[in-house]
C-alpha cells in the first residue's frame, strides 16, 4: 500500500474505532492497546501503567510478527503472552515507522 491508501484506510479505521467505543478518534498507541488487550484474551479490565505498556509491546510484537520478525514464545503463568524476537527490525525512519505500524494494524483489523 502506497502511503495515501494508507492514510485513508487509517483515517477509515480510526473513525469505525472512535463509534465503536463512542469516543474520540484514537492515536497508534490507543490502538496498540486495544490489539494488547485482544491478544491477551482476558477482556475489558483495569490495567495498571506498567501492564498498559506491556499490553502495547504485546501488540507491536503480534503486528511485527506477521512480518516475520517476531515468534509467539508461549504463555506465562499468568496467561500473558511472551514473543521471542528472531531476526532484527530494519531501522526505518519515523515516518516509514509509522506508515509500517499503520498498515499492520489496518491488516490486523481487517483480519477480525
Known amino acids: 500500500m502506497n502511503a495515501a491508501l494508507i492514510n485513508k484506510k487509517w483515517n477509515e479505521l ?4 472512535a463509534e ?4 474520540e478518534k484514537p492515536d ?6 486495544l490489539i494488547g488487550v ?4 482476558k477482556g475489558p479490565q483495569k490495567f495498571n501503567k506498567r ?3 506491556e499490553l502495547m509491546h ?16 508461549g504463555l506465562d503463568q499468568d496467561g500473558w503472552p511472551h514473543w521471542r524476537l528472531v531476526k532484527p527490525i530494519p531501522n ?21
Open 28 to 33: 497508534i498507541k490507543v490502538m496498540l492497546f
Open 51 to 53: 501492564q498498559k505498556e
Open 38 to 41: 485482544q491478544e491477551l484474551g
Open 20 to 23: 465503536q467505543f463512542e469516543t
Open 92 to 112: 526505518y525512519t519515523l515516518l516509514e515507522q509509522e506508515m509500517v505500524i499503520k498498515s499492520l494494524i489496518i491488516d490486523y483489523f481487517d483480519e477480525a
Open 14 to 17: 480510526q473513525v469505525r474505532t
Open 58 to 73: 504485546i501488540a507491536t510484537c503480534r503486528l511485527f510478527s506477521a512480518m516475520g520478525f517476531y515468534e509467539l514464545d
